[in-house]
């Protein structure tokens, strides 16, 4: 746990959109900026990277200042140390896998151990590719090369600015462990910016979220994930709980995986890159989860977790509720109608199951 | 015998030319690539009026310029001890103008054509713009840079109004291959009007399919 920050207090305004943000950003971990189109998300690591300068504002790492509109410091872009990885790679099309890497290499801004070209073409796999030249690489291959090109540059912070936005299914899927490892292996502190939730849960320790400009919430993924059902983001109620947990075992013939969560058992689809024992998170969202009074039989669902009413919260505007229940070590969120609160005559402190289908988990591989 | 001092001229102003050029005019076409001025439209208007000027008229307020009453003319004569009408340098200067357009346009069309993208991720891994244009955008610029000093080479060789009214007619000095022709003829002395001008008609042809050849076969960078 690193108590240095990234400030960044911004105001910017391009066309009819406007971003405004003041927040600090821990620099421990991934930070995944979250949020729908347009929010503003790239807007905001351009600014960071100094793509584009803020009307007014001021931004700092770790109290070095690199823009101040009041002290005029409007430091270049070269001079920040941050990596900046783009949507559509950018790689540099004269010059071969190689050459990519070394561009990287001659203008390193600090030496710095573990960063050396063979540890890092070594962690992403590239040793075949080195001599290829960049148009015959695939979208999957050219991202994996803009991020050892970036991580070769040695930044204090690196910016991931939609990686996978670019790459169908299998590509993304081919991308997303090395993301999911490297921010942390080579220990920079990550900012991923991301329109899809379910590619940020999984890896990112906190997380930000944008709407229209503006920050809407800022904290612990856990607890944003949580929140988000307060607000649809991207017209869609995305809310729901992180559970962290223990993968116990793996059933191939039926696809299936298990999962002990504070005791509990969940049954997901089979997560085949993951080895038993090894932690995974898991994002189950509450409109996925329904609520019996009575251990239902004769049902589909895979996951009947038995558990307390924690709370009830309805909302006799939209006719929604949403309702948290203890399980034996961690908690779950379900988005129910009123009606079913009222039939059911939900309240907290009643003894409830929890049901979850199994294939609602969204697919992490 | 054709004029062969005059052939020799004819080359070594339009290298001076295109290498003057290719100095000024890279720094410009960056700048009007890249720029979001609201000079901008103003720049680019002064740059192509070479295209659609008649030449007498660039080259009659060049004379009116660069002559030795004229403050240019006389600074260059201080500088110097040589007037710039009527001589070479003041021939390379005229050229410079004239051809601006050749160089400008199809440079900054490619600076244009590169973009902002690779510049951008330059900078990301440490490079200044300055690095990035050198290290990332003039390599990618290659066919540009290619056309446009070839364009100005060959424009510069066809050079004849803005000649006539700048340089006159002095062999070894001012008297290029077009200037040649155009006395040959006067003269009637139509058998050394024919080698000069079917030379020239030869070289720029060749000059021009080599270009459009090596454009082929060296396929664009596409990022």
Redesign the interface.
Known sequence: MSAETLHIQASLSVGGFTLAVDEHIGLDGVTAVFGPSGSGKSTLLRVI???EAPSAGRIALAGEVWFDSRAGVNL???RRP???M?Q?A?????LDVAGNLA??ER???RALPGFERQAVVAALDLHDLLARP??ELSGGERQRVALA??LL?APRLLLLDEPLAALDRARKAEILPYLETLPRRFRIPTLYVSHDIDEVAGLADHMLVLADGRVQQHGSAAAVVERLDLQPLAGRYEGGVLLEGRVVGHDERLQLSFVDVGGDRLTLPLLARVAAGETVRVRIRARDVSIATRRPEGLSIRNILPGTLATVDSDPRTGVASAAVQLQGAHIRARLTLAAVEELGLAAGMPVYALVKSVSFEGRD | MPDLSAVWLTLQLAAAATVILLLLGTPLAWWMAGTASRWKPAVEAVTALPLVLPPTVLGFYLLVIMSPTAPLGSLWVSLTGDTLTFSFSGLVAASVLYSLPFMVQPLASAFEGVGR??V??????????L??FF??VA??STRGFLTACVLTFAHTLGEFGVVLMVGGNIPGETRVVSIAIYEHVETLRYAEAHVLAAGLLVFSFTVLLLVYAFNRRYPL???
């Open positions: 990277a100094g793509f270049a872009p070269h941050v990596g900046f783009f559509d950018r790689l540099f099309a004269h561009f990287a203008r390193v801004r960049v148009a090109r970036t540059s | 993208a690779p951008e991720a330059a900078q990301s891994l440490g490079a200044s713009r690095d990035a290290s990332v390599p990618l960078h596409v990022g």
